[in-house]
């Protein structure tokens, strides 16, 4: 029953997620608000929902170290995973000039997180600075869609798609609480029946299974041979993952959260070797190369069996 909890919980949370998004999209648009404002903002949180709502419920239930470690673990997760992937089966070319901006934004936040994590403490001060990155990255992002904004773009049905639309966000919402709850509560029995640390379960299996929409959306942008798209979601949604699940947690419950040993001085480290190993090539060359990609997702794989070494024996 515990893995029957995980995996219905890891459903109702994707699932309910996609209702959520689409419904509150739909919304926006039969009100009339311009849908590159809905991209720019709503859409923006799509794939990261599941990371946010996870570690919300985490920390509410006083697992301060899942809420952690699902946060940082989806980081380390989307880049040496998913983007290491990516980078290999479609290396990329980008315009230097339209990422680096937020590559080094996202960079900044990585950095502005580790120095936080240096007192074992995550408080309400450490909050300020990481929130506005978050939204200066989205002010970002509604400036880039406004210069290729099209014009408003409204519900067939009007208003009158409304109660059905409304439905649907309710019934969204409902599944990813529901979800939250199942998916917590399953990883920390999952934890205790095989007598492993509940930062060990956060930062892999937990974290894996909350980025499954980044994996999907990749998986079809290299299919699509949209390599670029791969790299920029990937990017957005770490920077989402940084800037605001912890500031979230720490504002909800009202208290600091507490930071692990091997989350400041193993964890985040590595989390922020990734991206500098994976976004360094493409700032640099304005192109990555598999054996870019291929050079990341080794590391990744390297940290995961160290830090599981004694799951496995």
Known sequence: MIYVSFFVGLLLICKGGDWFVDAASAIARALGIPKYIVGATIVSFATT???????VAAALKGSAVMAIGNAVGSVSANTGIILGVSLFCL?????????????ILYLGCLLLLFISFRDR??????????????????????????TGRTER??????????????????????CVVVGSE??????????RQFQISEEIISVTILAMGTSLPEFVTTITAILKKE?????GNIVGANVIDTAFILPICTLLTGQP???APQMAEIDMPICI?????????????????????AAVFAVYMVYFLIITKGVWG
């Not at 390599?227 to 790299?231: E, F, M, R």
Request: net charge positive; charged share 20%; aromatic share 6%.
């Open 49 to 55: 929902m599941p990371e946010i709502l996870v570690s």
């Open 91 to 103: 290396p990329s070319v980008i315009d230097r000039r339209e990422y680096l901006t937020k590559n």
């Open 121 to 146: 403490s995550f408080d309400a001060g450490d909050c300020l600075f990481l929130l506005g990155g978050g939204i200066l990255f989205l002010l970002m992002n509604v400036k880039n869609a406004m």
């Open 153 to 174: 773009e409204r519900l067939p049905g009007g208003k009158r798609a409304l109660p059905g639309r409304l439905c649907f966000f309710a019934l969204g919402a409902a």
């Open 182 to 191: 199942l998916l917590i509560d399953s990883a920390c029995a999952l934890a």
């Open 227 to 231: 390599s670029s798209l791969s790299v």
């Open 257 to 259: 959260l507490s930071v």
């Open 273 to 293: 070797l990734l991206s500098v190993m994976a976004l360094t090539p493409m700032l640099v060359r304005g192109r990555s190369r598999r054996v870019d990609g």
